[in-house]
């Protein structure tokens, strides 16, 4: 199974999710907590969104075009993902 992980150090927040964004795991610590619930649900969405980039990247690499699948993201999240993806780990 294809997944894709994204960690903020500065929240303590991280996630695990599948292509097209499908939440597999949530971890919170302390200071998570502290930014409120305006503040942590933002904060989830755009490590959601993050992940939910990479790995519709790696599902892209392994299987080529996957457009009709519907599991697109912001343009502006696929090209931060290539950006900061090594080409020695490029498929």
Do not use: F
Not at 4 to 21: F, K, L, M, Q, R
């Amino acid at each position: 199974m294809i997944t894709a992980n994204a960690h903020d150090p500065d929240t303590g927040i991280s996630v695990e999710v599948g292509p097209g964004g499908g939440l597999l795991d949530l971890a919170l610590d302390a200071r998570s907590l502290r930014l409120g619930p305006s503040g942590l649900a933002k904060a989830v969405l755009g490590l959601v969104d993050t992940a939910t980039a990479r790995a519709n990247a790696r599902v892209g690499r392994a299987v080529g075009d996957v457009s009709a699948l519907g599991l697109g993201v912001a343009e502006r999240m696929a090209e931060s993902v290539e950006d900061t993806t090594p080409e020695t780990w490029r498929v």
